[in-house]
């Protein structure tokens, strides 16, 4: 009887310790276009934040940009962008994604609605962009950035 008893509090504390493993195990995996929206957003945030630190991590030694404006930069161009950034932003909202991933290849589009201070006088614009994305080593790098600056209706 005593090992009847044994024997089931054993039990009971076995499938306790492996259905408690089991759901601290279970943390959301993200998929790949979850990701590539984070990094998205993460990039927006440290370009306002002027950390080019972290833009570095993200952006292909390669990387090519095409700017609203017709000009192209490289990723030297684009961290000396950040870092220098002085502008006066008071928001900047990143949405309308359409993320497609293509083995490890991804293209990503987005709009940004940018919201500040141009010229003493408050100004809203709006920004459309094509990302492309490697995979290299598990993780993302964006090798090609095009904007275009979306005409006031």
Not at 68 to 97: C, M, N, P, V, Y
Request: aromatic share 10%; net charge negative.
């Amino acid at each position: 009887m005593i090992r009847r008893a044994l024997l089931l509090i054993f039990v009971c504390l076995a499938v306790g310790s492996i259905s408690g493993g089991l759901g601290a195990q279970s943390r959301e995996v993200k998929s790949d276009q979850q990701i590539l929206v984070q990094i998205e957003r993460d990039w927006d945030a440290a370009f306002r934040g002027r950390n080019s630190a972290f833009i570095e991590t993200i952006l292909a030694d390669e990387f090519i940009a095409t700017y609203s404006d017709g000009t192209r930069g490289d990723k030297a161009h684009e961290l000396s962008l950040a870092a220098g950034f002085d502008r006066q932003i008071e928001s900047s909202t990143l949405d309308d994604f359409l993320v497609k991933i293509y083995g490890d290849t991804a293209v990503v589009w987005m709009s940004q609605h940018v919201v500040g201070i141009s010229q003493g006088r408050q100004a809203a614009m709006t920004f459309r962009y094509v990302d492309v994305f490697v995979l290299r080593d598990g993780r993302w790098q964006c090798v090609s950035s095009q904007s275009t600056k979306v005409a006031a209706p």
